[in-house]
């Protein structure tokens, strides 16, 4: 059984570009759920995906989107990348309301 | 508003010392609570929820209803207890969590 795992580990991009960010989900799970960390806070609930359908979203603007795939791979998509979107993303697979499991994360970094 | 609030971001405790972290919560209806610990160069996983009632690594919490409370408590710290714990709540299950801002608990030999 493999875990949760995200891509890139690290990644720099520049005010105004885009980026996807990718979490494969733990093998078994149907669901999966974006958090944003920035530094010195705690994870803060961006979206989740329940068997390919957007399940519920925080206090997100909407150049925040995501996507969850067949196989229930999720990519996270941010538009117009500000200063703030500086953080680390955590990806959390589960199977239905069971228990969920998070990913090592990805360092966004916006310059 | 629902919120999760975590008063002390460092608690600094002797090895053998008791520890307890402190959670509080602001939500309107039931919650589950949840904390989440956050070991060196690991990822977040789940210590333990309210509903269990499970003591995990000697760990226990109480829900209290009343003062709207859920904190973390070990009578005997030790040095692999150091890391970032996290209170959490959702509705239901595991989805959707908020998450307090965390406090490190730093255990001194």
């Known amino acids: 059984e493999t875990g949760v795992t995200q891509s890139p580990t690290h990644l720099i991009k520049t005010r105004g570009q885009q980026v996807t960010l990718r979490c494969s989900s733990q093998?078994?799970?149907?669901?999966v759920s974006w958090y944003q960390q920035a530094l010195g806070q705690g994870p803060q609930f961006i979206f989740q995906?329940?068997?390919?359908?957007?399940?519920g979203r925080g206090n997100f603007p909407p150049r925040f989107s995501g996507l969850q795939f067949p196989n229930y791979s999720s990519e996270l998509n941010v538009n117009a990348l500000e200063l703030d979107d500086s953080a680390l993303y955590l990806c959390?697979?589960?199977?239905?309301?069971?228990?969920?499991?998070f990913g090592q994360g990805t360092r966004l970094t916006v310059v | 508003a629902q919120r999760v609030t975590q008063p002390e971001k460092l608690l600094s405790v002797f090895k053998g010392a008791p520890v307890e972290l402190k959670c509080n919560y602001s939500?309107?209806?039931?919650?589950?609570l949840f904390w989440y610990v956050q070991y060196s160069r690991q990822r977040l996983q789940l210590l333990l929820r309210?509903?269990s009632r499970e003591s995990i690594k000697g760990f226990t919490a109480d829900l209290n209803k009343g003062e709207t409370s859920f904190h973390l408590k070990k009578p005997f710290a030790q040095e692999e207890d150091s890391a970032m714990y996290y209170c959490?709540?959702?509705?239901?299950?595991?989805?959707?969590?908020?998450f307090g801002a965390g406090t490190r608990l730093a255990v001194h030999p």
């Open positions: 959390a697979s589960s199977l239905e309301q069971f228990e969920a499991f």
């Open positions: 939500y309107s209806g039931s919650p589950e």
């Open positions: 959490a709540l959702s509705r239901s299950g595991y989805n959707k969590l908020i």
């Open positions: 995906y329940y068997r390919e359908e957007e399940n």
């Open positions: 309210h509903i």
């Open positions: 093998s078994g799970h149907n669901t």
